[in-house]
């Protein structure tokens, strides 16, 4: 019989891996579920009062303490993987009480009831499928997917590339690796979130790889380079084909928005027996990094450079006919032929701009006015079209539909937010850009999905005016107006509990409701790490227990968490090993 991957680890580092009953591993390792060293909190446990009405009841971040058996550890071949604990039935009963009701209310959809929990979900690599169709490091993600559940979370994000699918021919879908890693999802408990991708990945924060769009989409562009978003200097943007072609059948025959329906609907039918089981939710992809929003900030050969306000992206022959058409029709003819030729470069500030200045700006003025709500409009028509398409296709399956929207908090604080504004929200100190997005989605029953949970204000260069925390709070709030469920994510790799405490804070989002679902950035060898490992687990069970006002994280439970997820990451360490060590070849 084949050694499994635990036993391959000690035969390369020339020492056999023990379990603490003595046997060498040689078969099936199995896998560990969190129930197996979890342990319900006790309930003679004190802590301050809090007032009720105070929103914000976590106590400062406190230096977890550190176990000489995890600072020791090595993470390398020669690590001695010690054995799985034995599962304890009440141990194991309360866990699956906490996953169950947080898995049932994150299916029902909403925000969560404080108190219940906020389901955590973990995105795959980008590369989880391979451009031959197989998956990537099938034995690491098999056991990373193990190391994941036994953590107790929720599922995984993968993102289902147009480019790898239908590369080849239009209508021509291959579903290779994409039917192997559901498989393997289901095998394992996991739930998953499939995001239809429908942009390029290569040019964005965090692209380790590079996956175009689908060989005869870039045919057509290079015949007609006005297919792809173009900026006033007539640099094209590649990342995903402009929205001022959807209804127009420029690729192949079809229209742009037919294409990506064609694309679901082929989904559907090719996992209808998944969806709604295993397949808890579709992202509809609808811009650059699957975000609803123009490539404004094109990190690609150093053209943006945080924290540049970025540039519009409606100079291509389509956005521009739009925008004569919308002139016309304001009786400002004048206004159609061009977009504003004042609005400095990529790298600029604000105030270096005449457009974007705080006084007297262009934004502020009616020319800027009819411009931004042109401009914006177009991108809510364009998510609009999408999602109507996307309800009608998963409508009955079980699954949610949900939509990214990027979390642009450099300039915040200034008058004319231009970052956003470039992006396509129509967010101004004096207008809120992002209810009537809010407002789409509820039309529609969509998740708004947020990035940027993570940040603290301070952390962030203030000369730049960065306010993460206000624009979150600006999130949820238009949200809970529009009464649209919100999730989360980190928008950058964090494994540091300081970053944990503030997405726990950020989930929690009022007195009553919490996020309705958190997904972590990214799976990777720097998550399975020791130290990074038991911040993680840690940081999954507060999520998954939640916080309601009758409890408070003090120092005391904080204390029991942190021993506990030290606990864990002992006994799990063969699980982890193994994808730590798969994950990095």
Known sequence: MALNLTHQ?????????????????????????????WKPVSTDLRCAIQKPDLKDTMSPPVSPCRSPVLSSMRADLSVACRAFATESPTAAAVTEFSEEVGGEMYKQGGLQEKGKGVPVFVMMPLDSVTMSNTVNRKKAMDASLRALKSAGVEGVMMDVWWGLVERDQPGHYNWGGYSDLLEMAKRHGLKVQAVMSFHQCGGNVGDSVSIPLPKWVVEEVD????????????MRNYEYISLGCDTIPVLKGRKPVQCYSDFMRAFKDKFKDLLGDTIVEIQVGMGPAGELRYPSYPEQNGTWKFPGIGAFQCYDKYMLSSLKAAAESAGKPEWGSTGPTDAGHYNNWPED????????????????????????????????????????????????ISVKVAGIHWHYGSRSHAPELTAGYYNTRFRDGYLPIAQMLARHGAIFNFTCIEMRDHEQPQDALCAPEKLVKQVASATQTAHVPLAGENALPRYDEYAHEQILRAASLDVDKQM????????????????????????????????????CWEQVEREQVEREAEHFVHVTQPLVQEAAVALMH
């Open 223 to 234: 015949k007609d380079q006005d297919l792809v978003y173009t900026d006033q200097w007539g």
């Open 9 to 37: 680890i000690g035969t390369l580092a020339g020492t056999p891996i023990q379990m603490d009953n003595g046997v060498v591993s040689g078969d099936s390792t199995g896998t560990v579920n969190a129930s197996a060293v």
């Open 353 to 400: 701009t005449q457009f974007f200045r705080k006084e007297n700006g262009g934004w502020c003025s009616p020319y800027g006015e009819f411009f931004l709500s042109w401009y914006s409009q177009m991108l809510l028509d364009h998510g609009e079209r999408i999602l109507a398409s996307a309800k009608s296709i998963f409508d009955a399956t079980g699954v949610k």
């Open 516 to 551: 309705c679902a958190f997904t972590y950035l990214r799976m990777n060898p720097h998550l399975f790490q020791p130290d990074n490992w038991r911040q993680f687990v840690a940081f999954v069970k507060k999520m998954n227990e939640g916080k309601d006002v009758h409890r």
